[in-house]
């Protein structure tokens, strides 16, 4: 059963001012998102133990990490912390600081062993390296791994991608897709690149001037921002199947939900049949009204509207629903000219189109490397 991260947290330094209120589900990856400036760092230093000046209280799955009469210093709680500066242990090797949380964890609370680390972040031929002998994304995952030896009840990676360039991120991004699903240990993303958590996160915090502003999943959290600063985000991540292959051109057909055909995209190593892990942008999902007693056509998703901005801004967000009950949610990005055209109201059956997507998990296990030793 999924528990939860509480916390009600104030710390004043300066000009600023921290007062954050959370209570979001402890599970999948939860994005946190702001400017520069807006308090995302003070927030996961206060969750790790690392503010002692902060007041207020910090839960997680009902345990009590911070209250009026309790502060639980970071060895005393269960959590991994990656920052955007990696500190790695210079002295030691790549073993020795995978080594480091491991063996100061108890023997009966060693939930994540280092085989299986190695072997996901792919880094079993950097075992006998110093850090400074890593490139920066060859660092980061080895400051991940660290971090998820001391088999932690809740990871906090802050900014872990800030000081890399596109070529390192994308090195990086495929180990840290779907790690969650695979360690069952929950995540809070901490970044100022919307499409960078997007990427990554199920749900979404959004934070201003030192408080959290918006919160939930991650479709309903971004129709509070602004849409021209999505444009390129992911809007939502959900699981489709492959229905063909194209080897050819290297390509395979994933069908959502009840859709009977799909967009073309790229491979990226799936399996005809398999289950994978897409991301959408709402520029690329359109839309059609459907009445009652039409039929959708071959690739298309029915769907409802769930909701319709009120808003004067040109571009509009549209949240759909598809599926009985609990079934996923898409977003649409609209101009205002279609939007009116199409005359919708919240209730209203959709077929619905996805235009592009990309596999962002293909559920391949990562390559054997050479040169292991024991930790």
Same mark, same amino acid.
């Given at each position: 059963m999924n528990g939860r991260l509480q916390a009600r947290l104030s710390l004043a330094r300066g000009g600023f001012r921290l007062a954050a209120d959370i209570d979001i589900a402890a599970?999948?990856?939860t994005g946190l998102f702001g400017r520069s400036g807006s308090g995302k760092s003070t927030l996961v230093r206060c969750l790790a133990g690392l503010e002692t000046q902060a007041s207020g209280e910090i839960r997680l799955n009902g345990e009590n990490w911070q209250s009026d009469d309790?502060?639980?210093?970071?060895e005393g709680r269960s959590v991994g912390v990656v920052f955007q500066d990696n500190r790695l242990f210079d002295h030691l090797s790549v073993a020795g600081n995978l080594a480091y949380g491991y063996r100061r964890t108890p023997p009966d609370a060693r939930r994540v062993e280092p085989e299986a680390v190695i072997a996901m972040l792919g880094i079993g031929h950097l075992l006998r390296r110093r850090p400074r002998q890593l490139s920066g994304g060859e660092i980061q995952r080895v400051a991940i791994g660290r971090a998820l030896l001391r088999s932690p009840a809740l990871l906090l990676l802050d900014e872990p991608m800030a000081a890399l360039d596109s070529e390192r991120k994308a090195e990086i991004f495929p180990f840290l897709v779907g790690l969650h699903e695979r360690l069952g240990i929950?995540?809070?993303?901490?970044?100022h690149d919307l499409e960078e958590i997007t990427r990554l996160a199920d749900k979404l915090m959004i934070m201003e001037k030192g408080a959290i502003v918006a919160a939930g999943p991650l479709a309903e959290a971004l129709t509070t921002l602004d849409p021209v600063r999505f444009q390129n985000a992911f809007a939502v991540r959900c699981k489709a199947?492959?229905?063909r292959l194209d080897g050819a051109r290297g390509l395979a057909e994933v069908c959502? &939900? %009840?859709?009977?055909?799909g967009p073309w995209v790229p491979a990226a190593g799936a399996l005809?049949?398999?289950?994978?892990?897409l991301g959408i942008r709402a520029r690329d999902v359109s839309l059609r009204l459907l009445p009652e007693t039409a039929r959708k056509r071959n690739g298309d998703l029915l769907g409802r509207v769930l909701s319709i901005p009120a808003t004067l801004h040109p571009l509009s967000l549209l949240r759909l629903g598809y599926g009985d &009950? %609990?079934?996923?949610?898409?977003?649409s990005l609209q101009n205002r000219r279609r939007l009116e055209k199409l005359s919708l109201s919240p209730g209203d059956r959709v077929a619905i189109r996805i235009h592009h997507a990309e596999i962002l998990e293909s559920?391949?296990?990562?390559?054997?490397?050479?040169e292991k030793d024991d930790i």
């Open positions: 599970s999948g990856v309790t502060f639980r210093p970071p929950p995540i809070v993303y901490v970044s199947r492959v229905s959502i &939900g %009840d859709s009977r055909g005809a049949g398999a289950t994978v892990t &009950g %609990d079934g996923g949610q898409l977003l559920g391949l296990q990562a390559p054997e490397e050479e």
